[in-house]
Every structure is written in structure tokens, then in C-alpha cells.
T-cell receptor
Framework: KQEVTQIPAALSVPEGENLVLNCSFT??????LQWFRQDPGKGLTSLLL?????REQTSGRLNASLDKSSGRSTLYIAASQPGDSATYLC???????????FGIGTKLQVIP | SQTIHQWPATLVQPVGSPLSLECTVE??????LYWYRQAAGRGLQLLFY??????ISSEVPQNLSASRPQDRQFILSSKKLLLSDSGFYLC?????????????FGSGTQLSVL
């Protein structure tokens, strides 16, 4: 059974700092990994999807990497802004419609 | 572009009352549709998924049911709500691209059963 862990559970940084969020998974046989952002009381917004054959994906100030063999992914946020404050979740697709496992998330606060 | 609509945003219901949450997708056809529940401090739990009209798969036995009466409409229902049904419910649809599926979520419904 796939298990997804996100560390730390919460993170507070000053504005402008670069930061890394971590996601680890127990079964390396995955199809893809997706990073989401969730604002309080809202749905999930897709940020990046990395396919199992890829090493990284970039979108603006965000860069996600994937090391499938070690069961790890990182989300790098450059030059953080207060608007980046949210909970970030990773989701691992182990194959099939019902085989997406979500982490609990990392709650990020960027202090102005 | 594709959009997903989910309503209502919040709902307060007494124990034993019925439930109907609706989700519709625009801008795509034959999407895979999902209902998730998110509890505080826990990851998202898949409740139901559907790959086509009238096709529903349940992941966990519970007090809830789902239906897909139209291609882009997904409904979550209950005949009698329990206190344990409280939570944040999310509808999602999947965009299949080759061997990968990307998930897109609705805005969620916060359900409080009192």
C-alpha cells in the first residue's frame, strides 16, 4: 500500500526566501506525481505534474523534482511571496483511477 | 478551457436528513469523475469514481452513494446523514494524457452534520 509523507507539516519563512517542500513515498512504482496548492476552505489547485520518466518540471517560480528510486519529490519555491501562503499537497499516482495517494500537506506561511 | 463547478460551498444539515451534492464539468467530454473527502489532519480519501455514465465504483463502504446521470454530472447523496459524515467534500475530474492522468478539483463543500 502506497504511503505518502510530507515534511515539515508547517513552515514559516520571511518574504523573499527560497524554500523546499518535501514529499516521500514508499512504493517507487508510480505513474506520476502531482503537486497541489490549497487555500483555506478551498479546493486544490494543480501546480505541477511530473511523469515517472521525468526528473523535474518548472512553472514560473516553482520547480518540482522527482527521484523515483529513492521515493522522493521536492517542490522548490523561489523568492517566496506572502501570496504563496497556503497548504501544499503532493499526490502520487500508482496506476489506475483509484490509486492516487495524497499526503497530508505542508502548511506554508510567508511573512511580509 | 475546462472548468468544474461544485455546490453548495457550505452546508449544515441535521442528523438523519438527506444529502445531495452536485458537481458538473464543462469544456471536456467523457471525463473521469471523483468524489473525495478531506478530514482535518488526514489525506484526501477517495469515496467514489466514475469512468462513464451510470458507472460508479465505491472505495469505502459508507453511508454515502454516488450517481452519474449525465456525462459531465456527478452527484453525491445520502438518505440519512450521520455525524461522522461531516467533512470537506471535493469533486475532481481527470484529464487522461497518454498513460498519465492529471486531476483537477472543484472548490469543495464544507458539510457540517449536527
Amino acid at each position: 500500500k502506497q504511503e505518502v509523507t510530507q515534511i515539515p507539516a508547517a513552515l514559516s519563512v520571511p518574504e523573499g526566501e527560497n524554500l523546499v517542500l518535501n514529499c516521500s513515498f514508499t512504493d517507487s512504482a508510480i505513474y506520476n506525481l502531482q503537486w497541489f496548492r490549497q487555500d483555506p476552505g478551498k479546493g486544490l489547485t494543480s501546480l505541477l505534474l511530473i511523469q515517472s520518466s521525468q526528473r523535474e518540471q518548472t512553472s514560473g517560480r516553482l520547480n518540482a523534482s522527482l527521484d523515483k528510486s529513492s521515493g522522493r519529490s521536492t517542490l522548490y519555491i523561489a523568492a517566496s511571496q506572502p501570496g504563496d501562503s497556503a497548504t501544499y499537497l503532493c499526490a502520487v499516482n500508482s496506476g489506475g483511477y483509484q490509486k492516487v495517494t495524497f499526503g497530508i500537506g505542508t502548511k506554508l506561511q510567508v511573512i511580509p | 478551457s475546462q472548468t468544474i463547478h461544485q455546490w453548495p460551498a457550505t452546508l449544515v444539515q441535521p442528523v438523519g436528513s438527506p444529502l445531495s451534492l452536485e458537481c458538473t464539468v464543462e469544456g471536456t467530454s467523457n471525463p473521469n469523475l471523483y468524489w473525495y473527502r478531506q478530514a482535518a489532519g488526514r489525506g484526501l480519501q477517495l469515496l467514489f469514481y466514475s469512468v462513464g455514465i451510470g458507472q460508479i465504483s465505491s472505495e469505502v463502504p459508507q453511508n454515502l452513494s454516488a450517481s452519474r446521470p449525465q456525462d459531465r454530472q456527478f452527484i453525491l447523496s445520502s438518505k440519512k446523514l450521520l455525524l461522522s459524515d461531516s467533512g470537506f467534500y471535493l469533486c475532481a475530474w481527470g484529464l487522461i494524457s497518454t498513460t498519465n492522468e492529471k486531476l483537477f478539483f472543484g472548490s469543495g463543500t464544507q458539510l457540517s452534520v449536527l
